[in-house]
């Protein structure tokens, strides 16, 4: 079977390396999207998934529009191709290049949580069980027909960076199975339900901040959702505090108050519940445990947030 792979960030990777591994399976070009600045010095930095396929030997396209590999990729001839976090969209006439067709692998059980963003929202959400999808790309924002779902509990603090990486992992075989099963015609497309559909928007960093009214649970699946990125934050005095890690807890108080410093961080009062800050990272500094920042910040008696 031969496929062009399409994918960018450290969770394509995984999968790029389970096609590699198949015997039955050549993959022919990978595309990626270009170099981009990044870091302090913004220097010029190759996707994980280039560097990942040149370790390979795999010749690597980076067209800063898919249109431009269209030409090389309906001379390739290939039988379907693998889409993993692309992260821009294929136009009608590069998909009818495809062969069978592209199979797309998707952080979530579709229809929930079409979008950029499913892995932060099933957390933001407090969904305990949510998966990896793969369908057939079509023009809809990952509304194509599903060929293949395996579902995955959720920790109750696990944070949405910590299931990418396990999904990724999770969904690699899954993929590779249903690129092969749509291409010799042993798994058959089902349409998904799109009555049932919800949104997955991006993230923007409005959404990161901590409102203490809220209760505890919908705070902590706030911090352990925007782990890694944005990452939640309150303020502490004038100055931001990121909030990285974080415990439900028992107490009680006008909300954003910090009631208490336990031995795992300070206790914060809100709406419903209490929030230990279990890690953090004050504006400036780098990320400290929250008994660290109880022990050099004395913040008991003091209020966090926009209530300050």
């Not at 439900?248 to 206790?267: E, I, Q, S």
Request: charged share 20%.
């Amino acid at each position: 079977m031969r496929i062009v792979f399409f994918g960018t960030p450290e969770a394509a990777v995984p999968s790029l390396e389970a096609f590699v591994a198949d015997p039955d399976t050549e993959v022919v070009a990978v595309v990626t999207n270009p170099d981009r600045p990044s870091g302090r010095g913004y220097k010029l930095t190759p996707p994980p998934v280039k560097v990942a396929a040149e370790a390979h030997g795999l010749p690597v396209w980076q067209p800063e529009k898919a249109r431009e590999i269209l030409e090389h990729l309906i001379a390739l001839r290939v039988d379907a191709c693998a889409v993993v976090a692309y992260g821009a969209l294929l136009p009608q006439d590069v998909l009818d290049a495809g062969g069978k067709g592209f199979v797309n692998l998707h952080f979530s059980v579709l229809p929930a949580w079409r979008g950029a963003a499913p892995v932060q929202h099933a957390v933001l959400s407090g969904e305990r069980e949510t998966g990896v999808t793969c369908f057939v790309l079509d023009q809809g924002m990952d509304t194509g027909d599903v060929l293949l779902v395996e579902r995955s509990p959720i920790g109750p603090d696990e944070t949405s960076g910590e299931l990418m990486a396990r999904l990724a992992e999770l969904g690699a075989p899954v993929l590779v199975t249903a690129v092969h099963g749509l291409v010799d015609g042993s798994i058959t497309p089902t349409a998904q339900d799109h009555a049932q559909a919800t949104l997955a928007s991006k993230i923007a960093n409005e959404d990161a901040a901590l409102d203490w009214t809220n209760a505890a649970t919908v705070l902590h699946n706030q911090v352990r959702g925007l782990n890694p990125m944005p990452g939640a934050f309150t303020t502490f005095g004038d100055q931001r505090l990121k909030v990285h890690r974080s415990a439900v807890v028992d107490g009680h108080g006008v909300p954003g108050t910090v009631l208490r410093v336990d031995a795992d961080g300070p206790v914060v009062a809100t709406g419903e519940g209490a929030l230990c800050l279990t890690e953090v990272q004050p504006a400036g500094k780098p990320r400290m445990s929250g008994a660290a920042f109880g022990n050099g910040y004395q913040p008991s008696g003091q209020v966090l947030g926009e209530h300050s």
